[in-house]
């Protein structure tokens, strides 16, 4: 069982920033992949963004060039990094985990953080 926490949601003016945060549990964290899913109202959840355990990344077409995610597996911390925020960006955001491949697909995650409201005023 992994235990994910997100923080680091908030309120922010288009064009500004704000960094998630993801702590996970598990032994073997860096092993794990992680990836971050939105979901806006009235909207099915979708991709945003992820990291293998390799480093790797993959991005939406969406975010790419805005948003930027990293990992420290020594903190077992995920981190999305989001730059020139839209209002479209308003979404709850979910950190999610694969024990045995990089989740980029809902399908693919196996675990799920309890997500943290991202709001993005115009």
């Known amino acids: 069982q992994v235990q994910l926490v997100e923080s680091g949601g908030g309120l922010v003016q288009a064009g500004g920033s704000l960094r998630l945060s993801c702590a996970a549990s598990?032994?073997?964290?860096?092993?794990?992949?992680m990836g971050w899913f939105r979901q806006a109202p009235g909207k099915e959840r979708e991709f945003v963004a992820a990291?293998?355990?390799?480093?790797?990344?993959y991005y939406a077409d969406s975010v790419k060039d805005r948003f930027a995610s990293s990992r420290n597996n020594f903190k077992k911390n995920v981190y999305l990094q989001m730059n020139s925020l839209k209002p479209e960006d308003t979404a709850v955001y979910y950190c999610?985990?694969?024990?045995?491949?990089?989740?980029?697909?809902?399908?693919?995650?196996?675990?799920w953080g309890q997500g943290t409201q991202v709001t993005v005023s115009s």
């Open positions: 598990g032994r073997t964290f860096s092993s794990y992949g």
């Open positions: 999610a985990s694969n024990t045995r491949k990089t989740p980029t697909t809902v399908a693919a995650a196996e675990y």
């Open positions: 990291i293998s355990g390799t480093f790797s990344t």
